[in-house]
């Protein structure tokens, strides 16, 4: 009779399931391991099957919906000034490259523009987008020229 394997697994699989590519979809990550790769893959497929066979994945999307309409907000909100969020290889980073910009009520989000002697964000909208651009003054700041 083989002798049951000891120590960490050495093969994992992680799953993230995603609503969509939007960073505020919903999304399940879940893992498995195994001490063959044969064992971790069956694993997956097991994992994968018992999640839609009890209807996590169904359940997943309706938590969320309501754990969104609880929310009151609060101090340790992402505010005005922050950064935004990008998803990369599954973590949340700050995308420090588009500053937000308190105020900027730009719909369509912005991208940062650096030449020799100013420096501007631009709205991504269609056609170049109509929101006003918002060029970044001596302290740092981005604002309207009005």
Known sequence: MPSAPT??????IGFTLKANGAHGAEWMTSRVSGHEAKETAQRGAELLTALKAEGLMELTPKAAEYFRGQYKGGAGDQGAGAAPKRLNNGRVEQDTATPRTVGDDCPHGRSLVSKANWTALF???????????LWKQKDGSFKANK
């Open 7 to 12: 120590g960490p697994a050495p093969f994992e």
């Open 123 to 133: 709205c991504d909208g269609p056609d170049g987008g109509k929101c006003e651009p």
